[in-house]
């Protein structure tokens, strides 16, 4: 699992004084939002992954609003889950935040999958919009996730046994956590668990009905209203909700946070790998172009900032440029399409697997959407090449000595019978040496049988000059 807090004593001075830069260029553009005041509840939305940049979203909102007296955070969320080491970050920020956090998973139709579960499960006050549902969090292996139980419920001993070693331990640790989590909030621990267990998902109300939540709201607004005066525990301390009248102030991202969130999508890394591939792999077909190379070192580089920010397994790493290699080894080698199949499913299984690891939960790339679209834009290039390398082989030479055969000419200084008797003919814009089995006159048209060195040998041909 990667961590963030492994850094030396010069990278933490390189990252305060990146901050303080970034902090005063923000404050001058309107990057960084100005400081909330008494009274305001710090909105934070969350439409995406649980990634390092969204959870350094979300803390700094909490760390403000502790900083400037606001009376809560929302956190408005809706997430398909994220980076394990991420949800731990704003959970810990969340159980000792001084200031009380409210999540609120919205609009209709969101989720709080995975490590939203979790983040919502930890707010002082946990509410969902109808139409909405929680839970399915359990996390996915390294090689795909656990077996499926049998039909009967019951889950065979052996198959369980040979699950992944890996996987079983991030199951029985995040079990673990999420029962600490729901304990600390009073809310229904034997779902919680059932939820990473079993990936158990329900919707907003059956949520209330199993005490997973607060409340059902179809607004902000009814939220606010129907938690005023609500008691909650902050720390160790029981406080009453004073939200009458305060603002609702939206927390923005900073420049920085919103380009490393859009960075850390894996299917944006992948495209990016792809768009670099292709790039390079046309500039060095075709050197000079520039466009090309340069948009694939873009794109390159880009790929670097976001697998710095993802967790990714090696070996679907190396899958996949083993697959690329083959396809390119397919233009050149005449397998009879063996290449290209193995080249094709390398690529495929080594995608699914990049970023199918324990600490990536379900940060994983679409195999529909994105997989299958690049696998087929590698195909169509390589096609197209093999077709173009296909008809240069079977046209006609056009340079070289080769190219000369079967061209007319015209004998300049008659030529005798026999070897060594040449005489001379023009062709091609050229004079040749040329000898003939037979004696030729000058003025008459003859055609290149082979070329010896400086010498070609020429038959008569039955055409005027």
């Known amino acids: 699992m990667k961590s963030a807090r492994r850094i030396g004593p010069l990278a933490r001075l390189s990252g305060c004084l990146a901050s303080i830069m970034l902090w005063l260029c923000g404050a001058v553009v309107g990057l960084v939002p100005g400081p909330a005041t008494a009274g305001e509840i710090l909105l934070v939305e969350i439409d995406g992954s649980i990634n390092p940049a969204s959870a350094d979203y979300l803390i700094g909102a909490i760390h403000q609003a502790e900083q400037t007296g606001a009376v809560a955070v929302l956190i408005e969320l809706d997430t398909p889950g994220g980076l394990v080491s991420s949800t731990q970050d704003i959970i810990q920020a969340m159980l000792n935040s001084s200031v009380p956090t409210i999540v609120y998973v919205s609009p209709r139709g969101a989720t709080a999958t995975s490590a939203g579960t979790f983040i919502t499960l930890a707010a002082n006050v946990a509410a969902m919009m109808p139409g909405t549902s929680i839970g399915a969090a359990h996390p996915v292996s390294l090689f795909g996730g656990s077996p499926a139980p049998a039909k009967d419920g019951s889950e065979d001993p052996e198959v369980r046994a040979a699950q992944d070693v890996v996987g ?86 900073t420049l920085v946070q919103a380009i490393f969130d859009f960075l850390t999508d894996p299917n944006l890394a992948f495209i990016l790998f792809a768009i670099g591939a292709l790039g390079l792999y046309m500039e060095f077909q075709h050197p000079g172009l520039i466009v090309p190379g340069a948009v694939g070192v873009v794109a390159l580089v880009l790929l670097g900032f976001s697998m710095q920010i993802l967790p990714f397994s090696w070996v679907g790493a190396m899958l996949v440029l ?144």
């Open 168 to 253: 079983q331990k991030m199951e029985n640790y995040l079990a673990a956590y999420v029962e600490s989590i729901a304990k600390e909030r009073g809310r229904n621990v034997e779902w919680a668990l059932e939820a990473v267990r079993s990936s158990q998902a329900v919707t907003s109300e059956k949520a209330l009905e199993l005490g997973v939540i607060d409340l059902v709201a179809s607004s902000r607004a009814e939220l606010l209203e129907a938690i005023e005066g609500r008691e909650i525990e902050v720390g160790d301390a029981k406080q009453k909700l004073a939200l009458a009248g305060s603002v609702v102030v939206p927390v923005e991202q």
């Open 322 to 465: 083993v697959g690329v290699a083959l396809l390119i080894a397919e233009i050149f080698v005449v397998s009879f399409g063996l290449l290209f199949a193995a080249g094709l499913a390398c690529f495929l299984i080594g995608g699914t697997m990049v970023f199918d690891r324990p600490e990536a939960s379900d940060l994983t790339v679409s195999f529909w959407q994105v997989l299958v679209p690049i696998a087929a834009a590698f195909s169509t290039v390589g096609a197209v090449v093999a077709v173009l390398l296909g008809r240069s082989m079977l046209s006609r030479q056009s340079a070289g000595v080769d190219e000369m055969i079967g061209l007319v000419g015209r004998v300049e200084v008659p030529i005798g019978s026999g070897s060594g008797r040449r005489g001379k003919i023009f062709v091609h814009g050229e004079y040749w040496n040329a000898e003939a089995e037979e004696a030729i006159a000058a003025g008459e048209s003859v055609a290149i049988e082979s070329v010896e060195g400086l010498t070609v040998r020429v038959r008569r041909v039955d055409r005027a000059s």
